[in-house]
């Protein structure tokens, strides 16, 4: 994985002020975004294996 810069991390939200929906969709925002990143990284390390045999093939 990547090395991000040093970034303050916000305080979380009072989540108890905020609406059932606003939750919500907060949540199935994170659950999409959490399976983009996994495909990210299953197609990386497909594509680092797919290097890997490439070069054993050549030699």
Partial sequence: MPDFPDTPIPPPAND???SKEDLL???NQLRMENAYLKKLEALVQAQKQQRVTVRKKRK
Avoid: K, Q, T
């Fill in 16 to 18: 108890e002020g905020r």
């Fill in 25 to 27: 969709a907060e949540i």
